[in-house]
């Protein structure tokens, strides 16, 4: 499409002047109904709450199985399962909850966020966003269906070798963990990508990079750090499968093998995935707290420096997980040193929430509640993990269960607590309907305690001695009773998450009407229909400052009327990329249409690593061939799609 094409509608013009505009968009934009549109849907809000619904369910069988080894746990010397059966839900536990769930809920909130809050109307690349989702699920399925064939992954979510290896593990259990993650490792990559080329190219027109909210900092920033950790875990599983299926040394020791590679590889990638799984919920808390307050947050630049400042030294951290291993002690001295300077920016962010929440008006809604808790919480794994990060104290607590309760108050309570406030905050934008504030608190003050239960004690057993990674422990070391505590803080954990659902179920049956801003917000999101419409903004709109709809009341931009005006785009599915820094108009996108190709091709890939499995080569080659095929199909040039106008400076 030519910029003269445009000549007869001018870019920028008030929605007053064409009334129709929203309907043609709505047409335009909206998927396609039945089953067909379910498949072939690219919209991101769809896909968005996709990966909220399918990362929730993960997040109960993960408890069912923390559940299941409370209970083998709850008194020395039960026999509720047997040790291989603990290792095999301790392994899927630990696959589960970290991989399945943690992530893959804040890219549900960042895939229907991202657009929204950056002015936009779809992601930079929509088919590859709905691919993500689809190869999520997929290799989630992949990795489960090993219980339906009785051969469920038994060596730790770590994975260690040389247990891990053919020797020590002759079933196909670890096969399915090594095939499963490099599956998963697909869809993380890809989202990854999208992620960050949307928020370079997919702002509105005077998002400049120091005016973004600071949940897009944290998911960018985690995006870049998904793109270099992912290749070392993918590359680790693969060389781990080529050991198992064709013999190679890798990590053989009796043939020259590294074992310790493994462990080098892993935490290259494991480390820095715990800040993958904090620093988005940061930035959700970073964001929907201060509106609970009524203020901006407290020191903005410093958070977003503190942001990227944590996501670049978790990669040089990766060995205080090694500290037992027997490394030099002069490396394991530079490692502790890293680890300790880390909690640096963490401890800036802590005390921006806190300034935020004292000078201002903190309004106490259920997210206020959570949000605030997500503070406790990362304190609490905080100052944990300083003792993990001196190597003489690690030593000591290293293999117990002092372990256990610092990486369940990293991993789940500040990623739950956060995940939780922001369901609160974000479901009316989401659904069109309030949560109910009573069965709300009631959610939160059960969760709470259940949680704290659960994982504050132990600590104590871990300092009192018992080992983790074991399935039972002898009467004489006194651990019973603290261990009771810990299994009915994890039920009562248990049923604050099933009020939450109770409540969501209720809520989306007769819940309240959600108004289009319903906590008086600044951001772009809060200033469109509740739910969004399909094509999210009628006018691309213009900003100004960094809280748009707080601009008359805080002195800053011109004033919330530039958003009554903007980009009329409505030849086709059309979206503005603006300049990587300033934001400025740039180009005419001339969006995808809807494909089931995404998800066909999910089930190639799929049967790939099906056949990889059952050691099927010939299977393998046919089924690569047809995913080859699917792709084609998929990015088959349409000379529609590939047409852009660029922007003159005079018309923007």
Known sequence: MSVSEYERVPLIRSLADDPDLPSRLHALWETKPGFYGWISSVDHKSIGIRYLVTSFVFLILGGLEALLMRVQLAQP??????????????????????????????????????PLVLGARDMAFPRLNAFSYWIYLGAGLFLYASFLVGAVPDDGWFNYAPNSLKAFSPGPNMDFYALGMIFLGISTTVGAANFVVTVLRMRAPGMSINRLPILVWGTTTVSAGILLSVPAVSLAFFMLWLDRQFGTHFFNAQANGLPLLWQHLFWLFAHPWVYIIVLPAMG?????????????????????????LTMVLGFGVWVHHMFATGLPFVASSFFSGASFIITIPSAVATFAWVATIWT???????????????????????????VTAAVPADLQVTDTYFVVAHIHYVLIGINLFGVLGAIYFWFPKMT???????????????????????????????????????????????????NMISTVGSFLLAVGILILFVNIWISLRKGVIAPDNPWDAPTLEWSISSPPPPYNFALIPAVASRHPLWEDRLGEGSGRSMLNRGFV?????????????????????????????????????????????????????????????????WLWPRRRLLQVARVGNDRS
């Open 77 to 114: 010397g039960e026999h509720v399962v047997t040790a291989e059966q603990f290792n095999q839900l301790f392994s899927m536990h630990g696959i589960t909850m970290i991989f399945l769930y943690a992530l893959p809920v804040l890219s549900g909130f960042s895939n229907f966020l991202f």
């Open 432 to 482: 069109g309907r309030m949560l109910d504030e009573r069965l709300g608190r009631w959610n939160f003050w059960v969760t709470f305690i259940g949680f704290n239960v659960a994982f504050l004690p132990m600590h104590l057993t871990g300092l009192m001695g018992m080992p983790r990674r074991i399935y039972t422990y002898p009467a004489g070391m006194g651990l019973g009773t603290v």
């Open 569 to 633: 785009l409505d030849h086709g599915k059309e979206a503005l990329a603006t300049t990587v820094l300033d934001a400025e108009p740039d180009v005419i996108l001339k969006m995808p249409e809807d494909s089931p190709w995404p998800f066909i091709l999910t089930f190639a890939i799929g049967a790939v690593f099906t056949a990889m499995l059952v050691q099927s080569w010939w299977a393998t080659a046919v089924a690569s061939v047809t995913a080859v095929i699917c792709l084609g199909f």
């Open 284 to 308: 959700l808390v970073s964001d929907a707290l201060p509106i609970l307050c009524r203020r901006p947050i407290v020191g903005y630049t410093l958070v977003v420096l503190a942001t990227v």
């Open 360 to 386: 201002g008006r903190p309004v106490f809604t259920t997210a206020f509640l959570y949000f605030s808790s997500f503070i406790v919480m990362f304190v609490i794994g905080g100052v944990s993990g300083v």
